[in-house]
């Protein structure tokens, strides 16, 4: 992919809406996509544009290059051997895998070649991921010393704890099968085909009530890591909420009448 140059400097994450689908691509595919300071700033300010644009009813990541994201620029990390430094970007980092969940709209990760570390993190706090067959998926921070421990924190959110473990103390990568095996990503299809899968999920979102979905994102995102009760109270509030939507009043005639639904969120 060629970047355009917007009065001289070549954007971190390109942007682009169609039909309701907002793509964001990393796009230092000559540095496989690091998520330095300056990509996260990019990344974030999108993000809270995207939450800003009701219009948008679905969210693509996407990247340039050979591969999907190769996590912190190591020398970025080197060159700043200081305490608050560090704290500053991991604090940043953290907050963009945080608005993901927070975003109304649904956000799917393309993901091609390799997504290690926090690019691999970036897989995991994504709603859906779709590989290409040749992707691979490593938390390698071990093998130079650095344990990647707030990766981990995505991951174990979609893998089971031994296996995070495993990817963890190796340093090992798994590959895209493997991924789907361990519930990492959703599907898994060739390079050629990769567009056609995210398209086929982000034609699904857009066919359902952006109001409903908003709500249900929330919802889910906030019972997930409670205690069984408080995730039930939490759920319980957002479907009487979800039943008051105007949304749910046409889906449920819309079934009853056995007729297509015209959600108010679409108009």
């Not at 994201?69 to 704290?87: T, V």
């Not at 649904?106 to 040749?134: E, F, N, Y």
Request: hydrophobic share 45%.
């Amino acid at each position: 992919m060629n970047a355009p140059i917007d009065s001289g400097v070549i954007p971190y994450v390109l942007s682009d809406t169609r039909d309701g689908v907002r793509t964001l691509t990393l796009n230092r595919g000559e540095r496989y996509n690091a998520l330095s300071r300056d990509m996260l700033q990019a990344l974030e300010r999108e993000i809270d544009d995207v939450a800003a644009t009701p219009a948008v009813r679905a969210v693509v990541i996407a990247a340039a290059g050979k591969g999907f994201c190769a996590g912190h620029d190591l020398k970025e990390l080197r060159a700043h051997p200081d305490e608050g430094w560090q704290r500053e970007l991991f604090g940043a980092c953290s907050r963009v895998m945080v608005k993901l969940t927070e975003l109304p709209q649904p956000v799917i990760a393309r993901v091609h070649g390799i997504a290690t570390a926090a690019g691999c993190q970036l897989v995991s706090m994504c709603d859906l991921a779709v590989a290409a067959d040749t992707a691979r998926f490593a938390l390698p921070g071990v093998n130079v010393g650095v344990f990647c421990s707030t990766p981990a924190v995505g991951v174990v959110r979609n893998v089971s704890r031994k296996r995070v473990m495993e990817l963890l103390l190796t340093g090992d990568p798994i590959d895209a099968a493997t991924a789907l095996d361990w519930g990492l990503v959703n599907r898994v299809v060739t390079a050629g085909e990769l567009d056609a899968a995210v398209a086929a999920l982000t034609d699904r979102i857009l066919a359902r009530s952006a109001a409903v979905i908003a709500i249900g994102k929330q919802a889910f995102y906030r019972q997930v890591d409670r205690p069984l009760g408080d995730a039930y109270a939490v759920t319980s509030e957002a479907m009487a909420c979800n039943l008051l939507d105007p949304d749910a009043a046409e889906g449920i005639d819309a079934f009853l009448e056995k007729r297509g639904a015209n959600w108010a969120s679409a108009r």
